[in-house]
């Protein structure tokens, strides 16, 4: 017996009685159980097209019986969901629907009698999804049941649509909220440039009037030096006084190329020299006796244990080796003098300060290590300890621009540098070079990320 309209209306309302407040996916899970309960039947299944070939449906909802069950991806060869698809608005087999898609194995492992099916599409015509009712016995009324899932597989595909269109516009306003966030990222990196600029060039012009002050007296001492040195030579003079003289003569040149190189830097100018072959393992460990050389408190320097694993003739090609060597100095004085505080703090009796100087080549790769069981480093203070004129050091005793110089040194020669810090227990810094030969374009002065 075919329903009246009245009935039919009442039957869409009835199934419409869900909460209105929904949308989305829960809508539509509503609107599924409303309509398996409201017609009586033991499936319903809403799902979207698997592209690109849309061959098959991927479900989204499956009420089974009293309740929703797992998902399925559905091929649509061999089945009623065919007939839907090339373009048919709903397909109905009010019964026996097993025996006229023998193929279909679906309907054979739910023992479906009957089904009915209908499409929802885009604007153009293209299929977004299917709304396919299942039952275990023939559907009693035909024409119902062909205008109900009609319906709903209209309001379902509206809503499908919907989603469809907000998850777009949300996906354009995350790349749009990304783009926006590397533009900001870039402004700040820009601020951040600038700002050290401004400092550096603040200093350039101290540093300038500085050098020229020094450079004349500096002058002087290396002309002398050098006169004295000839005249030992002349008169065959050795021992303490003929090594007091070249050590005179040595720190005033190595004063000299300092000041120099601090102006290069303060006004960011570059090395106009080639690339330089240097032994890294004499530099080292030059740097390293020179660093310990100048410590004047001698009740600290007698305790220090210092160690070293200098690998012997490491070496690489470097732009203005002179600042590399100032960077490492810097370097150690940094852990020396987080040794001397917490030497300082504790005292001889408790605390036995530990300096470690290692350089060792990996492949294509120079690794330096420079560890120390000082002070340490408190995470905040890590996050700013490479920022130009940032110090934790008393006035007076730090500019806070050691740390910030070796970085530049080292990245201009395309290293890397890693700080790893326990506050009261150690800090160790690592320093990575690229061996790579750029003539065999293996990649000029890269640098892979290693592990300290």
């Not at 809508?27 to 592209?51: F, M, P």
């Not at 504790?346 to 690794?367: C, N």
Request: negative net charge; glycine residues 6%; hydrophobic residues 40%.
């Amino acid at each position: 017996m075919e329903a009246s309209t009245l009935e039919v209306l009442k039957m869409v309302k009835k199934i419409y009685n869900i909460d209105q407040l929904l949308y989305g996916k829960e809508y539509v899970r509503e609107l599924v159980r409303s309509l398996a309960q409201t017609l009586e039947v033991k499936y319903v299944l809403v799902g979207h097209a698997v592209e690109p070939e849309r061959a098959a449906i991927q479900t989204d909802f499956v009420w089974s019986g009293n309740g929703f069950a797992a998902n399925i991806v559905y091929d649509l060869k061999g089945t009623p969901c065919v007939n839907v698809i090339c373009g048919t608005r709903v397909n109905c087999f009010a019964e026996r629907v097993q025996q006229q898609f023998p193929e279909d194995k679906m309907l054979k492992d739910l023992g479906a009698e009957a089904y009915i099916g209908a499409p929802f599409l885009n604007p153009d015509g293209g299929l977004v999804g299917l709304l396919i009712i299942l039952d275990d016995k023939p559907l009693y009324d035909r024409e119902l049941f062909t205008f109900v899932v009609e319906f709903f597989a209209a309001r379902i595909g509206t809503e499908y649509r919907r989603q469809a269109f907000e998850d777009s516009l949300q996906h354009q306003v995350n790349l749009r909220t990304q783009e926006l966030s590397f533009a900001f990222e870039d402004l700040k990196r820009t601020q951040r440039q600038l700002l050290s600029q401004e400092k550096l060039a603040t200093i350039g012009r101290i540093t300038f009037g500085i050098a020229h002050e020094l450079k004349n007296p500096l002058n002087v001492i290396i002309n002398g030096s050098e006169v004295l040195k000839d005249l030992m030579e002349e008169k065959n003079i050795d021992g303490e006084i003929k090594t007091a003289v070249d050590m005179v003569h040595q720190q005033a040149q190595r004063a000299n190329v300092i000041i120099t190189n601090m102006l290069r830097q303060a006004r960011q100018e570059p090395a106009d020299a080639p690339p330089e072959n240097t032994n890294l393992s004499e530099m080292l460990e030059r740097c390293l006796d020179l660093s310990v050389r100048s410590i004047l408190d001698l009740e600290f320097k007698a305790k220090c244990a210092v160690k070293k694993d200098i690998q012997p003739q490491v070496e690489m090609d470097l732009l203005d080796h002179p600042s590399v060597e100032r960077g490492f100095i810097n370097l150690i004085d940094n852990a020396l003098y987080a040794l001397k505080t917490k030497f300082g703090y504790l005292g001889k009796d408790i605390f036995t300060p530990e300096l470690f100087v290692d350089l060792s080549k990996v492949k294509d790769h120079i690794i330096i290590r420079i560890r120390d069981n000082g002070t340490g480093i408190s995470r905040s203070n890590l996050q700013r300890i490479f920022d130009e004129f940032y110090t934790t050091k008393p006035a007076g005793e730090g500019t806070g621009l050691g740390l910030s110089i070796a970085r530049q040194v080292i990245e201009k020669n395309h290293g890397e540098i890693k700080i790893n810090s326990k506050e009261g227990e150690f800090t160790e810094v690592t320093v990575h070079f690229s061996t790579l030969d750029r003539k065999e374009g293996k990649g000029v002065w890269s640098l892979r990320n290693l592990s300290p």
